[in-house]
């Protein structure tokens, strides 16, 4: 399930602007917090995935904030209650991941050797 969570949080256009908005949210409040319920195609295939129909709850922190305005380390959690198991019984089901992340959407480019990286991309 990992693995297809990690291939719809890489593809821009499936990305929920939900999960979006909260990852923003963390990185503009002076706290670095931000958390509600996750809605949209997101939710429901975090749902499909882990045949729950729990509402799937979002926590996203800051770790760390770049030089670079609106820029920032985050850590996200999504979390949801009523997982069924294979023996039968429900237990909460929690996945965590962090992202380097700017407002404009791209990655800070703190700590990125921009001319290695060049020479491994297609051009």
């Not at 319920?37 to 979002?58: H, I």
């Not at 800051?62 to 380390?73: D, S, W």
Request: aromatic share 6%; hydrophobic share 45%; charged share 20%.
């Amino acid at each position: 399930m990992a693995l297809c969570f990690f291939a719809l949080l890489s593809s821009a256009d499936v990305l929920a602007a939900d999960l979006k908005q909260h990852l923003l949210t963390a990185i503009d409040t002076p706290n670095g917090m931000a958390e509600g319920m996750l809605d949209g195609s997101m939710a429901e295939f975090f749902k499909a995935q882990t045949r729950s129909s729990e509402p799937v709850m979002v926590k996203v922190r800051t770790l760390k904030r770049f030089p670079t305005a609106g820029c920032a380390r985050l850590e996200a959690t999504l979390i949801q209650e009523g997982v069924p198991t294979q023996q039968g019984s429900a237990i909460p089901f929690a996945i965590r991941y962090e992202i380097n992340l700017c407002r404009d959407g791209r990655p800070p480019t703190e700590g990125i050797d921009l001319d290695a990286a060049s020479r491994v991309l297609p051009r």
